[in-house]
């Protein structure tokens, strides 16, 4: 189900001329539970903050993949906030990658799942924890990221989470 529209995004990171780019799509969720708390992804390897969401699979609506990347992140099943649709998205330009993000509101319907890593998100030691909006704000913004992908995450996710919640 992608919007109609998508609203402006913003940039990070800056197209090069000079490169070709391998575009992709990709979901992020800001996932509130009962208490108001959301779901945050805590990336112990290279030290970083991120919101549950990755790739959409080709012929995957937006629904679908918010649904599959928070049960294989957090074990948690969600359903999408009806009102809203689309409430951020970026543009991202990383190496050779240039992928737009869309970001949707969801609430908690079942947490009591348990994630099913892939063997490099193991790797680089990804937790979920649900903390209060404020909290994850504060962690996203203080927490220094010890790889370049890390400081991309934080200003994608970061910014996300505060057009999500204003």
């Not at 913003?10 to 391998?22: D, F, L, Q």
């Not at 906030?81 to 079942?110: N, P």
């Not at 924890?129 to 890390?150: C, F, N, Q, Y």
């Amino acid at each position: 189900m992608p919007p109609p529209e998508y609203p402006t995004p913003k940039t990070v990171g800056s197209a090069k001329p000079n490169i070709s780019y391998t575009r992709c799509h990709a979901i992020r969720v800001v996932a509130f539970n009962a208490a108001g708390d959301i779901a945050l992804i805590f990336a112990k390897r290279d030290n970083y903050y991120k919101l549950p969401g990755g790739g959409i699979d080709p012929g995957e609506d937006h629904d679908v993949a918010a649904q599959r990347e928070m049960l294989e992140e957090t074990g948690a099943k969600i359903k999408l906030r009806a009102e809203g649709g689309c409430v951020a998205t970026t543009e991202e330009y990383r190496g050779d990658l240039h992928q737009r993000s869309c970001c949707y509101c969801a609430d908690l319907v079942d947490g009591a799942g348990e994630p099913s890593l892939t063997e490099d998100e193991v790797k680089d030691g990804l937790r979920h924890l649900w903390v209060p909006v404020e909290e994850a704000k504060r962690r996203m913004a203080t927490t220094e990221p010890t790889s370049e992908l890390g400081w991309y995450i934080k200003e994608r996710d970061g910014y996300l989470l505060h057009e999500a919640t204003k």
